[in-house]
T-cell receptor, first 110, second 113 residues
Framework: GEDVEQSLFLSVREGDSSVINCTYT??????LYWYKQEPGAGLQLLTY?????DMKQDQRLTVLLNKKDKHLSLRIADTQTGDSAIYFC??????????FGTGTKLQVIP | DTEVTQTPKHLVMGMTNKKSLKCEQH?????MYWYKQKAKKPPELMFV???????INESVPSRFSPECPNSSLLNLHLHALQPEDSALYLC????????????FGQGTRLTVV
């Protein structure tokens, strides 16, 4: 089966950059996603990258994909207190199935 | 309209009750999903509907019964649930068979007493 792993927790100071990492095992992944989930809320799609891309930038967000190592990262520049949430990476493999990572709780210290 | 709307937002039900969760999207998406999320865990896929037909059932117990009456609506019928079924139930939709991003609803917080 597919496994998607993330570190559980990250703490950064406001204004610093945050880097959240993710590793996956399914080599047939076509799309990889980053979702944000605030307490008690649903999932908000932040950004996604197609598997034949290395990098995607979207305002404060930069996604890096190393397909050889099956490693995905999300960099948030100028992290704000409103960025505090749980971040899930996810990969879409075959049959439309999206598998989520274990989630990283980002804590932003003012 | 890029929203997936789920109702109700919160639901408390007894183990002998029958209830339904509803999900609606008007983005013309032809794939719709149900996920279950326990506290501090990632969402886990339950069902996938593609073009209104059930295409994936992740070995979900029969006390959960999905239904897709049309391309905009997805229901999850609940009957004889257990307390361990208490969770956040998330609906999502995506454009279809081609891999694209999925849009999620805000979820229904279900408590089984």
């Amino acid at each position: 089966g597919e496994d998607v792993e993330q570190s559980l927790f990250l703490s950064v100071r406001e204004g610093d950059s945050s880097v959240i990492n993710c590793t996956y095992t399914d080599s047939s992944s076509t799309y990889l996603y980053w979702y944000k989930q605030e307490p008690g809320a649903g999932l908000q799609l932040l950004t996604y990258i197609f598997s034949n891309m290395d990098m995607k930038q979207d305002q404060r967000l930069t996604v890096l994909l190393n397909k050889k190592d099956k490693h995905l990262s999300l960099r948030i520049a100028d992290t704000q207190t409103g960025d505090s949430a749980i971040y899930f990476c996810a990969e879409r493999g075959g049959y439309q199935k999206v598998t989520f990572g274990t989630g990283t709780k980002l804590q932003v210290i003012p | 309209d890029t929203e997936v709307t789920q109702t109700p937002k919160h639901l408390v039900m007894g183990m002998t009750n029958k209830k339904s969760l509803k999900c609606e999207q008007h983005m013309g998406h032809r794939a719709m999903y149900w996920y279950k999320q326990k506290a501090k865990k990632p969402p886990e896929l339950m069902f996938v509907y593609s073009y209104e037909k059930l295409s994936i059932n992740e070995s979900v117990p029969s006390r959960f019964s999905p239904e897709c009456p049309n391309s905009s609506l997805l229901n999850l019928h609940l009957h004889a649930l257990q307390p361990e079924d208490s969770a956040l139930y998330l609906c999502a939709s995506s454009q279809g068979q081609v891999s694209t991003e999925a849009f999620f609803g805000q979820g229904t917080r279900l408590t089984v007493v």
